[in-house]
């Protein structure tokens, strides 16, 4: 059964903390991708990577920073939360891109900046 | 970038009855995606419908996509109570050259018991 985790379902940090959003799959996809959700906004796009080390901006990536170092882990981070910054984030994973080419997706974290 | 638009945005029926939710998108697409996400949780793909397709069933679920209009459909049929949750449609980007989707703000569906 394929699988994509995220490290935590809710997280409070504090404004100006570092945070580190880790995410990991084990279907051995090229794509991996983070979202945030709001309501009224829909999923967002912030990042999304196509192979190890590569990274692409998405429609939001301002405040954010991502890693990837090893195909199965995508690391979102933020280098200095603001409250702006609370929302549920979505990680998710797909093969390469061909005909098909769902995304399949982890839990999602509640992050609450204070 | 917002692509596709879901219509309605909260929909509630009786169990038993059909639910329709409507997207409608602004370019030219590959193929477009159905998912569902209940409450709190990750979202989970329903069906692929191919823009060389019209209509693609999968168990209570049928698709339609109508390329010319720029529109597609999900109904549900004999909706249950376990059907409750945010269906959300989503169209290739780029022409989909990295796999990215474009997702709408989402149908709300209520079914109650």
């Known amino acids: 059964d394929v699988k994509v985790t995220q490290s935590s379902r809710y997280l409070v940090k504090r404004t100006g903390e570092k945070v580190f959003l880790e995410c990991v799959q084990d279907m051995d996809h090229e794509n991996m991708f983070w979202y945030r959700q709001d309501p009224g906004l829909g999923l967002r796009l912030i990042y999304f990577?196509?192979?190890?080390?590569?990274?692409e901006k998405g429609d939001i990536p301002e405040g954010y920073s991502v890693s990837r170092e090893k195909k199965e882990r995508f690391s979102l981070i933020l280098e200095s939360a603001s409250t702006n910054q609370t929302s549920m984030y979505l990680c998710?994973?797909?093969?390469?891109?061909?005909?098909?080419?769902?995304?399949?997706f982890g839990p999602g974290t509640r992050l609450t900046v204070t | 970038s917002q692509q596709g638009e879901e219509d309605p945005q909260a929909l509630s029926i009786q169990e038993g009855e059909n639910a329709t939710m409507n997207c409608s998108y602004k370019?030219?697409?590959?193929?477009l995606q159905w998912y569902r996400q209940n409450s709190g949780r990750g979202l989970v793909h329903l069906i692929l419908i191919r823009s060389n397709e019209r209509e693609k069933h999968s168990g209570r679920l049928r698709v339609t996509l109508d390329t010319s209009k720029k529109s597609s459909s999900l109904l549900i049929t004999a909706s249950r109570a376990a059907d409750t949750a945010s269906y959300f449609c989503a169209t290739d980007a780029d022409g989909g050259s990295q796999g990215n989707l474009i997702f709408g703000k989402g149908t709300k569906l209520s079914v109650k018991p």
């Open positions: 370019t030219s697409i590959n193929n």
């Open positions: 998710a994973s797909s093969p390469v891109p061909g005909l098909v080419y769902e995304q399949y």
């Open positions: 990577s196509y192979d190890v080390k590569m990274k």
